[in-house]
C-alpha cells in the first residue's frame, strides 16, 4: 500500500510517499522560519496561508522526484491534531479533497503518534513494547508504548513543553527564533559549574514535568549576570544541563519502573546532541537500548504522517468524508490496531 502523508500542524510544510512494502519513496519538506523569524515565534495566520502557498507544489514536487503519479497512491494521510488549527486545516482539507477525488480511504493522523512511530523508518527498528520520551515545542511526555495504538501516559508536562522552554529561554538570552537549536549552539561555548540550575521535580517520585520554572531560573541568572557574552553562553550550558539531566532522571526513573530496556526519544528537542550524549550513556548503565530518529525526521516532517497512515489504512482504519482538525487531541484517545 502506498500512502501520501501531508503534515501542516505548525510552522513546517511536509509532504512524503511511504510505500508498505518498498519504505519511504521520497520526502519535500518547506520550513516557514524565515517567516516567523522577525516576530520571534510563530504567527499562527501567517503559517497557515504560507501552508496554503506552499502544499500543492511541494505534493507537485514530490511526485516529481519520485516519478509517481496521483493514481499510484492508495490512501492519504494527514495530520489532523494536535496543532494550530488554521495550519491543520489546510492539510486536511487538500488531503481530505484528493483522497474524495481519487475515491481512495484518508486517515486522520495524531502529530505526536507520528513523531513516536519516526524512529520506525530508520533500519533498526524498536520492537513493541518500548517507554517513548516525547520532546517537542508542544510537548513533553513519557508513555508506555505496547503497540500501535497503546499508549499509556506515564509522565506529562505540567507547564511548559521542553522545547517551549528552550525557546522562551533562547529568546530571553537574545536569541533568534527558533531558540532550540540556537540555545544548544551557544550551549557548547558556556563552562560547566559556573552556574548550577535546579533539576525541576526530581525530588519527589513521579514522572511528571515542570519546565517553566526552569525559564524563570534562568531569567534571574541573566539579570544577576553582567550580561556579557561568556555570561550568556554559561547560563545556556547550565539551563541544557539541567534540562538534559532532569530528562535522564524521568527516563531511567520510567525504564526501572516498568522492566523495561528499548527507550524512543523524538519530536524536535531529540535532535539535541547533549541530550542523545546522556541517553546514550543511560541505555548504557541501565542495559537498555536507545532508538532515535534521523535528525530530519526529529522535528516536523511528512514522512512520520505517511507511515503512521500507512500502518492504520493497512489495518482498516479510515475516516467518513469530513475534513477533521482537532487542535486538542490525547494521545491516549487513539484507537489501537
Ligand atoms: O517536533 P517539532 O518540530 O514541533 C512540534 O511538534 O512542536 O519541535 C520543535 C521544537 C522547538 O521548540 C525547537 O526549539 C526544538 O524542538 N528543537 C531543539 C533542537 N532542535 C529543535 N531544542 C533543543 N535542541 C535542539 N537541537
Ligand atoms: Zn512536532
Request: aromatic residues 8%; glycine residues 10%.
Amino acid at each position: 500500500m502506498r500512502v501520501l502523508g501531508i503534515e501542516s500542524s505548525c510552522d513546517e510544510t511536509g509532504v512524503a510517499i511511504y510505500d508498505s512494502d518498498a519504505g519511504l519513496l521520497g520526502h519535500v519538506l518547506y520550513s516557514q522560519i524565515k517567516l516567523h523569524a522577525e516576530y520571534g515565534g510563530v504567527v499562527p495566520e501567517l503559517a497557515s496561508r504560507d501552508h496554503i502557498r506552499k502544499t500543492i507544489p511541494l505534493i507537485n514536487k514530490l511526485f516529481d522526484q519520485t516519478g509517481l503519479e496521483l493514481t499510484d497512491i492508495d490512501g492519504i494521510a494527514y495530520t489532523a491534531g494536535p496543532g494550530l488549527v488554521g495550519a491543520l486545516l489546510v492539510g486536511a482539507s487538500i488531503g481530505r479533497s484528493l483522497a474524495w477525488t481519487l475515491a481512495r480511504p484518508a486517515i486522520p493522523v495524531h502529530h505526536m503518534e507520528g513523531h513516536l512511530l519516526a524512529p520506525m523508518l530508520e533500519a533498526d527498528p524498536p520492537s513493541f513494547p518500548f517507554i517513548a520520551l516525547l520532546v517537542s515545542g508542544g510537548h513533553s511526555m513519557l508513555i508506555q508504548v505496547d503497540a500501535v495504538g497503546q499508549y499509556r501516559l506515564l509522565g506529562d508536562s505540567v507547564d511548559d513543553a521542553v522545547g517551549e522552554a528552550f525557546d522562551k529561554t533562547a529568546k530571553m538570552l537574545g536569541l533568534p527564533y527558533p531558540g532550540g537549536p540556537e540555545l544548544a549552539r551557544l550551549a557548547e561555548q558556556g563552562r560547566a559549574d559556573i552556574y548550577k540550575f535546579p533539576r525541576p521535580m526530581t525530588d519527589r517520585p513521579g514522572l511528571d514535568f515542570s519546565f517553566s520554572g526552569l525559564k524563570t531560573y534562568a531569567l534571574n541568572t541573566w539579570n544577576a549576570s553582567d550580561k556579557g557574552a561568556q555570561a550568556r553562553a554559561d547560563i545556556a550550558h547550565a539551563f541544557q544541563e539541567a534540562v538534559v539531566d532532569t530528562l535522564a532522571i524521568k527516563c531511567r526513573r520510567a525504564l526501572q519502573q516498568t522492566g523495561l530496556h528499548r527507550l524512543v526519544v523524538s519530536g524536535g528537542v531529540s535532535a539535541n546532541t547533549r541530550l542523545r550524549q546522556r541517553l546514550d550513556k543511560l541505555a548504557a548503565d541501565q542495559q537498555a537500548k536507545v532508538y532515535y530518529p534521523r535528525l530530519e525526521f526529529c522535528t516536523d516532517n511528512g514522512a512520520m504522517i505517511a507511515y503512521a497512515g500507512c500502518l492504520r489504512l493497512q489495518a482498516g482504519q479510515y475516516a467518513s468524508a469530513t475534513i477533521e482538525a482537532r487542535p486538542r487531541w490525547q494521545l491516549q484517545d487513539l484507537d489501537a490496531l
